[in-house]
């Protein structure tokens, strides 16, 4: 079965610092991986995805990387800031199939 | 100009009961989803229903069942509710031919007593 594996522990960092968070897959190479935010309370919120044949993708202070020969994606956060404190989920989407396999999710959280 | 929304927010119920969580997308998605995330934040797909083609998750209970009565909704049923049942349910959306992107509702927290 295809895995998606995030690191349980929560992960505190000072305001200012950049957040590297990673999420490893097992089998195949996924068409593309997806990262979601989450707060408490609410449902996850779509932040970036990334394909097979990209290296990397940013977006404003956020960052992905996908190396498919570590079968690794991380996910960078630079000059993070206390509103970054979130739980960050990992999803994988295989070819031929739309339906994600989601991460567990790693905690972050960025003190002042 | 919710995108996603589900009712109730919260419910409380009796082991045994029989139960519904509504959800609507008004994002003109052609796919939506149940997922159950519990006590451990591990978020599950239950169901997917694109086109009326409905794919379930075989861990699923047969106590849970899907009901689309049109592209815009997917309501999740529950019956004979168990202690286990407990979690946060989402729904969510999905347009296919993208890059299936989810657009998750804000979550049922179900209590079972």
């Known amino acids: 079965s295809q895995k998606i594996e995030q690191n349980s522990e929560a992960l505190n960092i000072q305001e200012g610092k950049t957040a590297t968070l990673t999420c490893n897959y097992t089998?195949?190479?996924?068409?593309?991986l997806q990262w979601y935010r989450q707060d408490p309370g609410r449902g996850p919120v779509f932040l970036l995805l990334?394909?097979?044949?990209?290296k990397e993708k940013r977006k404003e202070r956020l960052k992905v990387t996908f190396d498919t020969t570590l079968k690794q994606s991380l996910f960078h956060i630079t000059a993070s800031q206390p509103a970054d404190s979130a739980t960050y989920l990992c999803?994988?989407?295989?070819?031929?199939?739309?339906?994600?396999?989601f991460g567990r999710g790693t905690s972050l959280i960025v003190h002042p | 100009d919710t995108a996603v929304s589900q009712t109730p927010k919260y419910l409380v119920t009796q082991m045994g009961n029989d139960k519904s969580i509504k959800c609507e997308q008004n994002?003109?998605?052609?796919?939506m989803y149940w997922y159950k995330q519990d006590s451990k934040k591990f978020l599950k797909i239950m169901f997917s229903?694109?086109?009326?083609?409905?794919?379930i998750n075989e861990t699923v209970p047969n106590r849970f069942s899907p009901k689309s009565p049109d592209k815009a909704h997917l309501n999740l049923h529950i019956n004979s509710l168990e202690l286990g049942d407990s979690a946060v349910y989402f729904c969510?959306?999905?347009?296919?031919?993208?890059?299936?992107?989810?657009?998750f509702g804000p979550g049922t927290r179900l209590t079972v007593l």
């Open positions: 990334i394909r097979e044949n990209e």
């Open positions: 229903y694109n086109n009326k083609e409905l794919i």
């Open positions: 089998n195949y190479s996924p068409a593309y």
């Open positions: 969510a959306s999905s347009q296919t031919g993208t890059t299936d992107t989810q657009y």
């Open positions: 994002l003109g998605h052609d796919t």
């Open positions: 999803a994988r989407i295989s070819g031929g199939s739309y339906i994600p396999t």
